[in-house]
């Protein structure tokens, strides 16, 4: 945080604000086991269509509608 704005400052409340923001560009980073849980098949709905991610015998992933 900027150490020369006080706790309650707007300045303060604007630093807040853009390190906010610069923490939710970042892309949400998720492990494929963690994902998968143990399945070798995942079906993930998205905006009302259901999508399959898969796992090859050979680790490849596989996204399909």
């Not at 998968?36 to 796992?55: D, S």
């Amino acid at each position: 945080m900027n150490t020369y704005a006080s706790a309650s400052s707007p300045e303060a409340t604007l630093v807040a604000k853009l390190e906010s923001l610069v923490v939710a560009t970042e892309p949400l980073r998720v492990d494929s086991t963690a994902l998968m849980g143990g399945q070798r098949v995942l079906e993930i709905v998205h905006l009302g269509e259901v999508y399959r991610l898969q796992t090859t015998r050979l680790g490849k992933l596989i996204l399909t509608k």
